[in-house]
């Protein structure tokens, strides 16, 4: 295929991908790379025991602040097997939502972006973990997670190849990805 | 206070944390180590564009497998700036509700387990990103966060000092902060 065929192909909207505006977006940015800088956030609040929820609505980015749609609330707690109400997942689980989530969005994204069609993507997320860690009875034990699977099925109008080289994009520019397998620096302060 | 009378005061349920079982599950652990091998699991499904559903329900833990009491779901989906459908909040903004609901329940059972009562315990999580890393504008730029920041209010009948003391000790066993501070190995297959 002729670069300009292929240009061309890479402007269709797909998988229901606005890409003409994607690709638009990026090359702003790519002029303005001070709109590139955003700032996501969270507010929570205790409700009792093991149970707080989070509010996430604002954000900054794209050279101001915005805003999503709606505000979103999400509960989060320990099951009654640790002792907790159960009022949502566990804060842990949050994680594996977060990354498969982030790594299908990119997966859409990619895909659209090399004219591919999908019909499917599901995925399965597991993280083992040895709560010996947080229940303070093994100092050889991390808190959190020792591993984390992902297991995807994509199906799409390409090779199996070329979903798989979908999948490898994905993973390599996923936020979430990273988050979680490279150190950030957190930075907690308390007022009391 | 007397060793014993510090015990008696730590069995007491507070802050909706029941205490005494909290402390008798820990002991069970002590003994049985094979009990605190947990496996979280979610899974996930693309519904289109940027927006996918995750679903968290089953466990495994406490010797065998478990579930919630009911199913929980969750969208995801990139914000209208970057050219998704805001059907949801971004992944990367589901981390910092982990981060916080993760600090917040430890918070929760520390207190308790020292026979603090809280009245409120209230936070803030701001988590940078510049965009450019996952628009694959520039390769020095991180995909991920490159600093969260956590602020948290917390109010309860102790002096400051020692609520300071019960977020640190909450830090220093928090599952969420391990994770994104330190290096979780993620493994990823895919079936096209």
Redesign the interface.
Known sequence: MSQAAQQTRERVPM????TP??FA??NV??DQ?AL???????????V?????Q?R?EK?S??GGE?S??QA?H?D???????????Q??????????????????????VAAARGVK?S???????????????????DDV???????????????EAP?EK??EI??QS?S????????????????????
Do not use: M
Not at 88 to 109: D, Y
Not at 176 to 190: A, G, K, L, M, Y
């Open positions: 998988n229901g991908v606005d505006t994607l977006t990026i940015v790519r790379p590139a800088k955003f700032q996501f956030r969270a507010t929570n609040r205790w009792g025991g093991t149970h707080s989070s996430i954000f980015g794209a915005q999503h749609g979103f999400f989060a707690d320990h099951p009654k097997v640790l002792v907790g109400g159960d949502g997942p566990t804060p842990v689980e949050f994680l594996l939502h977060a990354l498969a989530s982030c790594l299908t969005a990119g997966i859409a994204n999908l499917e993507v599901r995925s399965t997320v597991e993280g083992d973990i040895d709560l010996r860690g947080i229940l303070g009875l093994a991390r808190n959190g997670y020792e591993k984390i699977r992902v297991s995807f099925s994509i199906k799409g199996a979903l798989l999948a490898e993973r520019r996923s936020a979430v990805f990273d988050v979680i397998t490279n150190n950030v620096p957190v930075e907690i302060t308390v007022h009391a």
